[in-house]
């Protein structure tokens, strides 16, 4: 009975409607905004970010990609299309004719970077990549490895330089390292 | 002829400084709603446009005036540009009987003025609710000529809230009515002066205040503000009845929401929290020894009593979600109604008792 008569003391006395505007004066008091006023100040952002892809290139500046159609293969949203030639006068040495990106269908998994054997395509840290036509996101290689170069200025020694015990291949026999015994 | 011509220019020159300020303080509406919301939400508002988004009420003028004015296909267009006008002028026409200040006259070449009140109509507070009446018809056929099944449903949604609620403000109203035996808001008004305990909330014989807590609600179910924004309820019906209007029209509508946000506040100070009286008898000006300045002081309380209930709406906007259609025409008619009926019962019987010397 008395608990019937407080719920109905509260019915009458918005009792409920007065605790939520207690609850938002008291933020309008003590007012501490989570806001980040976005072009002005940026937030940091975490170190495995995943933002625009890009083509890397070795110290002296040749391509790293080999044209093996890998991320190709890996991404699942069909974004990538690699057309793979060999390097002219090197018949053993393969590399990407041209290379698309749709980043319209771009879903920034990384998968792609995963699977590229020779670690040509890296995860920049840019995200303002709105543009007023679509067709802009359509990026071919020259773009993509423009990309690669304003976010990756420090390049990768040449496979051949590098130490014995990374991964490589299509590398012409006649630069193979001498693996240590 | 002179005579004739002195009063016209006068009360167009008061219409013109009431218009002003009401459409200065729907600008300043705008901004003040975003930025306290924001503020109870631990966000920011407007921050853009001038320091601290404080042009932000002109750049949005500037844009909705600015826009393309599309006539939707298979509208019917005459009233399809009617029913913005029809919103908007009800809700700016109320003002002319609004006291905002002391019942002064004022002798100016020979004839006398009232200088803070357009017209001191007899029937001010029905002349009022008159008048917004009619703004429901706005509403409804901008619904309905907008030819989209949105605007329809918040324009049906609209009438039946605005209707029910409308008269829940009136029956409230009734109470002050009996006990200032008057129906001029100034008259109202002046029975209230000399210190809060002679406001119509807290008067004598039989204090208001459920009267005052049915238009409260009523008034915010009327003027389609949250949580009775049903016909607006931009998760169900995109933007009810305003969903097709652009530009300039909907600023219309937007103007006119805001400025019946203004009258009923207004109403409400003058009806229950006692117009220009300040809560003390007499005024602070007036005891210093300048009465001729009280004025200053009283039409400062006017607004603060305003700016005050203004303010109710957007906390309540802040804090609450949106009612349930069944719900709030059970509210209205079935808890609103039985009180307002029962404060008239109760007043007129605190009245007889206790009559006015």
């Given at each position: 009975?008395?608990?019937?008569?407080?719920?109905?003391?509260?019915?009458?006395?918005?009792?409920?409607?007065?605790?939520?505007?207690?609850?938002?004066?008291?933020?309008?008091?003590?007012?501490?905004?989570?806001?980040?006023?976005?072009?002005?100040?940026?937030?940091?952002?975490?170190?495995?970010?995943?933002?625009?892809?890009?083509?890397?290139?070795y110290?002296?500046?040749t391509e790293k990609c080999v044209g093996c159609d890998?991320?190709?293969?890996?991404?699942?949203?069909?974004?990538?299309?690699v057309i793979s030639s060999e390097v002219p006068g090197e018949p053993t040495k393969r590399y990407a004719k041209e290379y698309?990106?749709?980043?319209?269908?771009?879903?920034?998994?990384?998968?792609?970077?995963?699977?590229?054997p020779v670690?040509a395509?890296?995860?920049?840290?840019?995200?303002?990549?709105?543009?007023?036509?679509?067709?802009?996101?359509?990026?071919?290689?020259?773009?993509?490895?423009?990309?690669?170069?304003?976010?990756?200025?420090?390049?990768?020694?040449r496979l051949e330089?590098?130490?014995?015990?990374?991964?490589f291949f299509n590398v012409a026999f006649k630069f193979m390292p001498?693996?240590?015994? | 002829?002179?005579?004739?011509?002195?009063?016209?220019?006068?009360?167009?020159?008061?219409?013109?400084?009431?218009?002003?300020?009401?459409?200065?303080?729907?600008?300043?509406?705008?901004?003040?709603?975003?930025?306290?919301?924001?503020?109870?939400?631990?966000?920011?508002?407007?921050?853009?446009?001038?320091?601290?988004?404080?042009?932000?009420?002109?750049?949005?003028?500037?844009?909705?005036?600015?826009?393309?004015?599309?006539?939707?296909?298979?509208?019917?267009?005459?009233?399809?540009?009617?029913?913005?006008?029809?919103?908007?002028?009800?809700?700016?026409?109320?003002?002319?009987?609004?006291?905002?200040?002391?019942?002064?006259?004022?002798?100016?070449?020979?004839?006398?003025?009232?200088?803070?009140?357009?017209?001191?109509?007899?029937?001010?507070?029905?002349?009022?609710?008159?008048?917004?009446?009619?703004?429901?018809?706005?509403?409804?056929?901008?619904?309905?000529?907008?030819?989209?099944?949105?605007?329809?449903?918040?324009?049906?949604?609209?009438?039946?809230?605005?209707?029910?609620?409308?008269?829940?403000?009136?029956?409230?109203?009734?109470?002050?009515?009996?006990?200032?035996?008057?129906?001029?808001?100034?008259?109202?008004?002046?029975?209230?002066?000399?210190?809060?305990?002679?406001?119509?909330?807290?008067?004598?014989?039989?204090?208001?205040?459920?009267?005052?807590?049915?238009?409260?609600?009523?008034?915010?179910?009327?003027?389609?503000?949250?949580?009775?924004?049903?016909?607006?309820?931009?998760?169900?019906?995109?933007?009810?009845?305003?969903?097709?209007?652009?530009?300039?029209?909907?600023?219309?509508?937007?103007?006119?929401?805001?400025?019946?946000?203004?009258?009923?506040?207004?109403?409400?100070?003058?009806?229950?929290?006692?117009?220009?009286?300040?809560?003390?008898?007499?005024?602070?000006?007036?005891?210093?020894?300048?009465?001729?300045?009280?004025?200053?002081?009283?039409?400062?309380?006017?607004?603060?009593?305003?700016?005050?209930?203004?303010?109710?709406?957007?906390?309540?906007?802040?804090?609450?979600?949106?009612?349930?259609?069944?719900?709030?025409?059970?509210?209205?008619?079935?808890?609103?109604?039985?009180?307002?009926?029962?404060?008239?019962?109760?007043?007129?019987?605190?009245?007889?008792?206790?009559?006015?010397?």
């Amino acid at each position: 009975m008395a608990m019937k008569f407080k719920a109905w003391l509260k019915t009458i006395t918005f009792y409920e409607i007065l605790v939520g505007m207690k609850a938002t004066l008291k933020h309008l008091l003590h007012y501490r905004p989570i806001t980040l006023q976005y072009p002005h100040e940026k937030r940091t952002l975490p170190d495995s970010y995943r933002g625009m892809l890009a083509l890397l290139r070795y110290d002296d500046g040749t391509e790293k990609c080999v044209g093996c159609d890998l991320c190709e293969a890996a991404c699942p949203s069909r974004v990538i299309r690699v057309i793979s030639s060999e390097v002219p006068g090197e018949p053993t040495k393969r590399y990407a004719k041209e290379y698309y990106m749709d980043m319209t269908r771009c879903l920034f998994c990384g998968l792609c970077v995963d699977a590229c054997p020779v670690d040509a395509l890296g995860m920049t840290r840019e995200y303002e990549w709105a543009v007023y036509d679509k067709r802009q996101l359509l990026l071919s290689k020259p773009q993509l490895l423009a990309i690669g170069d304003r976010s990756f200025p420090v390049r990768e020694k040449r496979l051949e330089l590098q130490h014995p015990n990374v991964a490589f291949f299509n590398v012409a026999f006649k630069f193979m390292p001498p693996k240590e015994s | 002829m002179f005579e004739l011509g002195v009063k016209v220019a006068f009360s167009l020159a008061q219409i013109g400084v009431v218009f002003g300020i009401v459409l200065l303080t729907v600008m300043f509406l705008t901004l003040a709603e975003r930025k306290v919301i924001a503020w109870m939400q631990d966000r920011m508002g407007p921050m853009e446009v001038g320091p601290y988004g404080i042009l932000q009420p002109i750049a949005d003028g500037l844009k909705l005036f600015f826009k393309e004015d599309i006539v939707p296909a298979g509208a019917n267009r005459f009233l399809f540009s009617l029913a913005p006008i029809l919103a908007l002028v009800p809700a700016l026409i109320g003002f002319a009987v609004i006291p905002f200040g002391p019942n002064l006259t004022v002798e100016l070449f020979g004839i006398q003025f009232k200088p803070f009140v357009i017209s001191d109509v007899n029937i001010g507070i029905l002349y009022i609710l008159a008048f917004t009446s009619i703004g429901a018809y706005g509403i409804i056929l901008g619904g309905w000529a907008s030819n989209s099944k949105y605007s329809l449903l918040g324009g049906l949604r609209a009438a039946a809230q605005v209707i029910s609620y409308e008269l829940n403000v009136g029956l409230a109203i009734v109470g002050v009515l009996l006990l200032a035996g008057s129906l001029s808001l100034v008259k109202i008004t002046e029975a209230q002066a000399g210190g809060f305990w002679h406001w119509y909330i807290f008067a004598f014989p039989f204090p208001q205040i459920f009267a005052f807590v049915v238009y409260v609600i009523s008034a915010v179910a009327e003027t389609n503000r949250v949580p009775f924004d049903l016909p607006e309820a931009e998760s169900e019906l995109v933007a009810g009845f305003f969903t097709e209007y652009s530009g300039m029209r909907f600023a219309f509508f937007f103007i006119a929401e805001y400025a019946n946000m203004i009258l009923v506040s207004c109403i409400a100070a003058a009806l229950f929290l006692g117009g220009w009286n300040a809560p003390y008898p007499g005024t602070l000006i007036g005891h210093l020894g300048f009465p001729h300045f009280a004025w200053i002081e009283q039409v400062v309380w006017f607004a603060a009593k305003v700016y005050c209930f203004l303010f109710l709406f957007f906390w309540l906007r802040a804090t609450l979600p949106r009612l349930r259609y069944d719900q709030l025409m059970r509210f209205g008619w079935k808890v609103m109604l039985p009180i307002a009926l029962g404060n008239i019962l109760v007043t007129s019987i605190a009245a007889y008792l206790f009559p006015k010397s």
